[in-house]
């Protein structure tokens, strides 16, 4: 009886620890990766974290560029019910952050060093205020295309040099009866392909001055207009059921061979990894023609929102420090398509595309042409990404010619303000 007592009691101190343990070190995580690549990646810091025997509360909501996910957080504080830990795009973290809603990191980034290996690009935004208010899981690029090899070898196509060279690699291929241009005609995706557009036509003077500083002058240009012409160039490509899709769908087109291209940020690469296709033999990567030697990027990162219980504070600083270890870095990366939030991680286990997207990372930085994603929320506050959106939609969806998309472009972006 004594030692069926014991025992008893052995197993509920056990399970009170378990639970203690459980409740103390779990994080809520919101998210928007929910693609296949996506979940991969997902996996790893899911694992890596169960490792440190920190819990994950999973809180999933689809959609690229994180609008939605944006959407749910907003309804999730104002119900006084934040969850612990948010992936978050650039100005956003920074919104957030005037709110005071934020939790401060400073204490494990300074343990951890941050400031010496994270590049100053992203500290712009994990920083607020001279603290760190978020964790950068990875760096990505927008100004990408993803290539079906096979059908570029069976058409004689070469990797495009420049935008015309692209166009006459489109035709032939929308000649050949297959869709050119894999696309999803959703807003964000639809921003995703003009930042690398952007860049094409007038490199990253033209970007800057245009969408980060607002110039209306550079807004209302010919170059512009140039822009938007592009743009309706690549809306002849695309198939007729482009509408809604969702982007991993249309990288499973370019995976399965029915369509050649698609322009997406790297996030696209997963999606390839994921179907074991393999970088140069099956597909190829290549800079938006046009746009080489210039790197429009965006980095997630996981803000931490700002919790009152120890336990809750020591969890989002243990998830902080594993996200940016070295080992998770490269890691994750290489599931993710993106390359490390951190300057002095070996570029060993990633692929030729992840090597690739190091390297031009590393040199855009240093010559000046790094600039932030317009659609993934790096180069302006939601108001003015959101108005850019509307714009550029409308116009792909052809609701305006690209002489009104300039127009109505200085106008919205004015108003946004
Ligand atoms: C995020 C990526 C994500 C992509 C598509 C982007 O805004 O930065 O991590 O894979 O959206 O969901």
């Known amino acids: 009886m004594r030692r069926t007592i014991g025992k008893t009691m052995a197993v509920c101190a056990a399970l009170m620890a378990t639970t203690s343990m459980a409740q103390a070190e779990d994080v809520e995580v919101l998210h928007w990766w929910t693609s296949g690549g996506e979940a991969a990646a997902l996996q790893v810091l899911k694992k890596d974290l169960a490792d440190q025997n920190i819990g994950w509360v999973d809180m999933p909501v689809a959609g690229g560029g994180g609008e939605a996910a944006m959407t749910t957080l907003r309804a999730r504080v104002t119900a006084g ?44 935004f994990s920083k607020h205020g001279g603290h760190w208010v978020s964790a950068p899981v990875n760096v990505h690029s927008t100004n990408w295309v993803w290539a079906n090899k096979a059908i570029l070898d069976e058409l ?7 935008w015309d060279e692209f166009v006459a690699a489109m035709q032939a291929v929308k000649k050949s009866g297959r869709t050119a241009l894999a696309h999803g005609g959703q807003a964000w995706q639809d921003a995703t392909m003009f930042d690398g557009v952007v860049l ?54 370019v995976i399965n061979g029915d369509a050649a291209f698609q322009i997406m940020g790297d996030w696209a690469k997963g999606e390839f990894l994921k179907a074991e296709k393999v970088p140069g033999k099956d597909f190829l990567c290549f800079r938006v023609p046009g746009s080489e030697g210039t790197v429009s990027f965006n980095s997630d990162q996981f803000a931490m929102f700002s919790v009152s219980k120890d336990s809750a504070k020591a969890a989002q600083g243990a998830m902080a420090k594993a996200i940016m270890s070295p080992t998770f870095q490269s890691a994750f990366n290489v599931v993710k398509g993106s390359v490390p939030a951190r300057t002095d991680v070996p570029n060993d286990a990633f692929d030729a595309c992840g090597k690739q997207g190091m390297a031009d990372l590393a040199a855009a930085s240093k010559s000046g042409t790094l600039v932030g994603s317009i659609a993934h929320g790096h180069a ?16 792909f969806n052809g609701e305006y010619d690209s002489k009104a998309a300039v127009e109505e472009l200085v106008n919205a972006v004015e108003a946004a303000q």
């Open 200 to 253: 094409s036509v007038g490199g990253v003077d033209f970007y800057r001055k245009a969408f980060v500083d607002l110039d209306p002058a550079t807004l209302g240009s010919e170059k512009m207009n140039e822009a938007f012409e592009r743009m309706a160039t690549l809306r002849s490509f695309v198939d007729d059921n482009f509408s809604g899709r969702d982007w991993n769908l249309a990288s499973a087109m």
């Open 380 to 395: 302006n506050r939601a108001a003015v990404k959101n108005a850019i959106y509307d714009v550029v939609t409308a116009h």
């Open 81 to 124: 019910d934040a969850p612990t830990a948010v992936q978050m795009l650039g100005f956003d973290i920074l919104d957030w952050a005037d709110q005071k809603a934020l939790a401060n990191l400073d204490d494990v980034a300074k343990q951890e060093g941050w400031d010496a290996v994270v590049p100053k690009a992203l500290q712009k």
């Open 156 to 162: 004689g196509i070469k990797q495009p040099a420049n």
